[in-house]
């Protein structure tokens, strides 16, 4: 008598090389065919296929009025959002450039991040607005900022950036289906790094909210998100070479803030560095290192530390590198975390912080 084969477990997805401007177009792509309610705008993201080409192919593919250009003309790119969002239909906007964003801002503020809470909750925004931001690119003016500051200070508003092709994919369709608003950030100089990656990849994507932990290690910790987040892992393996054993945490979504990751790993570790390319005073780094002093405070042996672009207006491409955190920059900082827990303990008496 002969028994039936075992039924055959499928085989997983064939992953293939691709870009995070690729995982973008297709979590839109996915997200347009899944539902009618979603629709595209922004300045050339129909026939163009958009700055990044990031909508190629959608025009085509579902009509010019889910995937619709529009005039220059931030504001109103916005504006016509939010009465399509409160009509029922999911739009996502996209800002052509992060620093073109900013006639838009008094709609952001006044309108999406307020409308659930001027309803009482009888009315939710799903909104999604994408950004492309930060530096690394060689731009000029208006085409390097990183502005995720001003986002995270307006309540109302949900404030995430990947910086994986995977995250990218997933974060961006959760951003979609999400009933509230979503500032979409986008790290231009990661657009073309590549991965082995499949749509239908079974791992699931953290919902937002959640941070990774891209890198274990038990002398310090780095947090970070969005393009600072390959050079952090970069000067991990260098620091390496000088016996420290860096912990390396993906915020991926700003607000809302995954605390409890971020504080078990300082808890842990001791030590603590922050690192973006948006400026120093005033910076989203400033409101994470206070979060970290006062919910970790009897864990630090050294102050939390903070690697960060400079306090001037984004700098011309030639200069750009010594505006940017780079590999060399976060190792100062953790040598300096090193001297502050030496000098903490005692070890040094009567010495200045380098």
């Given at each position: 008598?002969?028994?039936?084969?075992?039924a055959?477990?499928?085989?997983?997805?064939?992953?293939?090389?691709?870009?995070m401007?690729?995982?973008?177009?297709?979590?839109?792509?996915?997200?347009?065919?899944?539902d009618?309610s979603?629709?595209?705008?922004?300045?050339?993201?129909?026939?163009l296929?958009g700055?990044?080409?990031i909508?190629?192919?959608?025009?085509?593919?579902?009509?010019?009025?889910?995937?619709?250009?529009?005039?220059l003309?931030?504001?109103?790119?916005?504006?016509?959002?939010v009465g399509m969002?409160?009509?029922?239909?999911r739009?996502?906007?996209?800002m052509?450039?992060?620093?073109?964003?900013y006639?838009?801002?008094e709609?952001?503020?006044?309108?999406?991040?307020?409308?659930?809470?001027?309803?009482?909750?009888?009315?939710?925004?799903?909104?999604?607005?994408?950004?492309?931001?930060g530096?690394?690119?060689?731009?000029?003016e208006?085409?390097?900022?990183s502005?995720?500051?001003?986002?995270?200070?307006?309540?109302?508003?949900?404030?995430?950036?990947?910086?994986t092709?995977?995250?990218a994919y997933g974060?961006?369709?959760?951003?979609?289906?999400?009933?509230?608003?979503?500032?979409?950030l986008?790290p231009?100089?990661l657009?073309?790094?590549?991965?082995?990656?499949?749509?239908?990849?079974?791992?699931?994507?953290?919902?937002?909210?959640?941070?990774?932990?891209?890198?274990s290690?038990?002398?310090?910790?780095?947090v970070?998100?969005?393009?600072?987040?390959p050079?952090?892992?970069?000067?991990?393996?260098?620091?390496?070479?000088?016996?420290?054993?860096l912990e390396?945490?993906?915020?991926?979504?700003?607000?809302p803030f995954?605390?409890?990751?971020?504080?078990?790993?300082?808890?842990?570790?001791?030590?603590?560095?922050?690192?973006h390319?948006?400026?120093?005073?005033?910076?989203?780094?400033g409101?994470i290192?206070?979060?970290?002093?006062?919910?970790?405070f009897?864990?630090?042996?050294?102050?939390?530390l903070r690697?960060?672009?400079?306090?001037?207006?984004?700098?011309?491409?030639?200069?750009?590198?010594?505006?940017l955190?780079?590999?060399?920059?976060?190792?100062?900082?953790?040598?300096?975390?090193?001297?502050?827990s030496?000098?903490?303990?005692?070890?040094?008496t009567?010495?200045?912080?380098?």
């Amino acid at each position: 008598m002969t028994t039936a084969p075992a039924a055959l477990k499928p085989a997983a997805p064939a992953r293939k090389p691709a870009t995070m401007a690729q995982a973008l177009g297709r979590a839109l792509r996915d997200e347009m065919a899944a539902d009618p309610s979603v629709h595209v705008l922004g300045e050339d993201v129909g026939t163009l296929g958009g700055v990044f080409r990031i909508t190629d192919g959608l025009a085509a593919e579902f009509g010019d009025e889910r995937c619709a250009d529009t005039p220059l003309a931030e504001a109103g790119i916005l504006g016509t959002a939010v009465g399509m969002a409160m009509y029922g239909l999911r739009p996502v906007v996209e800002m052509q450039f992060d620093a073109f964003a900013y006639p838009a801002f008094e709609q952001l503020v006044s309108h999406v991040a307020r409308m659930r809470n001027r309803t009482r909750g009888a009315m939710p925004l799903p909104l999604t607005v994408r950004v492309p931001y930060g530096g690394g690119i060689g731009g000029v003016e208006h085409h390097s900022d990183s502005s995720e500051a001003y986002y995270m200070a307006t309540p109302g508003l949900h404030v995430v950036t990947p910086a994986t092709v995977a995250d990218a994919y997933g974060l961006l369709r959760a951003a979609i289906a999400s009933d509230d608003p979503v500032v979409f950030l986008e790290p231009k100089r990661l657009y073309w790094s590549k991965a082995e990656w499949s749509p239908q990849d079974p791992e699931p994507v953290a919902p937002i909210g959640r941070a990774a932990v891209r890198r274990s290690g038990g002398s310090a910790t780095l947090v970070t998100y969005g393009p600072s987040v390959p050079v952090c892992l970069e000067a991990a393996e260098a620091a390496r070479e000088e016996g420290w054993d860096l912990e390396v945490i993906d915020l991926r979504s700003l607000v809302p803030f995954d605390e409890e990751t971020v504080c078990a790993s300082v808890r842990r570790t001791g030590r603590a560095v922050v690192v973006h390319e948006a400026n120093g005073f005033a910076g989203p780094g400033g409101e994470i290192a206070a979060r970290l002093s006062e919910r970790c405070f009897h864990y630090l042996q050294a102050p939390v530390l903070r690697v960060t672009g400079l306090d001037i207006p984004y700098p011309p491409p030639m200069l750009e590198q010594h505006h940017l955190p780079g590999v060399d920059r976060v190792l100062d900082a953790v040598a300096r975390l090193q001297w502050e827990s030496e000098w903490t303990s005692g070890a040094r008496t009567g010495e200045e912080a380098p």
